[in-house]
């Protein structure tokens, strides 16, 4: 089985933020935009974004236009003179805010019909909220003040147990609950998970039993087998450092074991 690394580990402390985006017509307002989560952010650009565009000031353009003071911009303005913009970018009238850039996220093909921003998806909320709060701080579009971020020390000895090492990571997946909802075309499931400090892993639907192990990456892999679906087993890996700063949600992350199936993760308090 190969190994796959959690596509969207989008930590989010992200509850409050999924109902304010739950509607297209919310409006990213400064006080919203100023509370989003930048780690999320951050990580959705670097996941969807980061091949195809620079941020900063005096980057260039890659496949997309260097995105430094995109804010009140309008496709072809001159911001970015260099770049061939298509037409039907151009013609769209666009100048962008945080709002319109909502709209154009939520689905760039549909938003505006034949532009050649190619990406497979538009950004899902609420992800996409974190994802325009930080990319308007990283290209100057802000005027909130960056987050402080909450630095996680990692110890790199190896040679030392992973509850040493990454001991706020080891206590959040010990004493809490994983909550999964797997989605496929004939329906969704929804289980609990228990990751044991022996190795194992157990559930709260009896069928389902699985086991995990750090790797040499200090990435955590798991494996779950005797999923009331098809398929009925699947293997995630995911950095430890990205689950260091514990946060409890329904859904934390998702990702997409194998064709068809999406699968979302959370953490919950406690266990039973
Ligand atoms: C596969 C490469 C690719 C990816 C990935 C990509 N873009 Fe683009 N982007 C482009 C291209 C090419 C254009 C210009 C499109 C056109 O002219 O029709 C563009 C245009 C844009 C524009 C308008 C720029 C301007 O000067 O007005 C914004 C904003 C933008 N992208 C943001 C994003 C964000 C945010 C993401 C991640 C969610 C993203 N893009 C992902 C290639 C990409």
């Known amino acids: 089985m190969t190994m796959r690394i959690i596509a969207s580990l989008a930590l989010a402390g992200a509850a409050a933020l999924a109902a304010t985006t739950a509607a297209a017509q919310v409006q990213l307002t400064r006080a919203v935009l100023s509370q989003a989560d930048y780690v999320i952010g951050r990580r959705a650009f ?6 195809c565009h620079s941020l900063a000031e005096g980057g260039t353009d890659l496949t997309g236009p260097n995105l430094w003071a995109i804010m009140g911009s309008a496709p072809g303005d001159g911001r ?33 019909p034949a532009n050649r921003m190619a990406v497979p998806e538009g950004v899902p909320s609420p992800d996409r909220l974190a994802l325009i709060a930080f990319m308007m701080l990283e290209t100057g579009g802000a005027d909130w003040p960056r987050p402080e971020l909450p630095t996680v020390v990692i110890d790199k000895d190896r040679s030392k147990p992973i509850e040493e090492r990454f001991p706020s990571f080891w206590n959040h997946m010990m004493s809490n609950t994983v909550r999964y909802r797997m989605v496929t075309a004939d329906g969704e499931q929804v289980f609990r998970a228990y990751f044991n400090r022996d190795g194992s892993i157990s559930s709260d639907n009896d069928k389902i039993r699985g086991f995990w192990r750090p790797d040499d990456r200090d990435f955590f ?11 009925d087993q699947l293997v995630e890996c995911f950095p430890m450092v990205a689950m260091s700063i514990p946060r409890f949600a329904e859904q934390l992350w998702e990702s997409k074991p194998v064709a068809g199936v999406r699968l979302f993760g959370g953490i919950l308090p406690g266990r039973p």
Do not use: H, N
């Open 221 to 231: 892999c798991y494996a779950l087998y005797g999923l009331p679906t098809k398929p």
């Open 80 to 112: 970015r003179p260099e770049f061939v913009y298509s037409d039907a970018l151009r013609a769209a009238g666009i100048r962008w805010t945080a709002d319109r850039m909502d709209r154009f996220l939520a689905d760039p093909a549909k938003d505006v």
């Open 46 to 51: 670097q996941m969807r974004c980061s091949a």
